[in-house]
């Protein structure tokens, strides 16, 4: 059994997604490593397929029907960049779109019951355009 992490970015009601074919979607996932916790695999896997960085992650749910995946039993957890930074624009990435009306578009396997379940979470999610301040450590 493994287990696939997928991560959730929305932006102004749009959710990233990875064009599959001409008229698949994906979310942006990872599987995850004996040594990895969900969040550094959703890390990992946003970098990897997206250039962007998560800068703040936070679980949102597990699917695990029973034939989520013909190849596999894997299970689904999804977790949300609550925070994110947008990509280097140097970055090689796969192909990203923001899909607008993410409640009609047909997505992988039960991507869109996860969308349709998750959704909810959208207006949690915001982007940062700049780095985050530095603690400031007073001096005794």
Not at 11 to 31: C, F, H, Q, T
Not at 59 to 81: K, M, Q, S, W
Request: net charge negative; glycine share 4%; charged share 25%.
């Amino acid at each position: 059994m493994r287990i696939a992490v997928y991560i959730l970015v929305f932006d102004k009601g749009r959710v990233l997604a990875l064009k599959e074919d001409a008229n698949l979607y994906r979310l942006p996932k990872a599987i995850l490593r004996q040594e990895e916790t969900m969040a550094s695999a959703a890390q990992r896997g946003l970098r990897k397929e997206t250039g962007i960085e998560a800068a703040e992650l936070h679980f949102t749910g597990i699917y695990d029907a029973l034939d989520r995946n013909p190849h596999c039993r894997e299970i689904g957890a999804v977790l949300l960049a609550r925070w994110w930074r947008d990509p280097p624009l140097s970055r090689e990435t796969h192909e990203i779109h923001w899909v607008e009306n993410f409640a009609s578009a047909l997505f992988a396997g039960d991507q869109n019951v996860m969308l349709s379940e998750q959704g909810i979470f959208a207006p949690l999610s915001s982007r940062e355009t700049r780095s985050p301040p530095l603690l400031e450590i007073a001096s005794a």
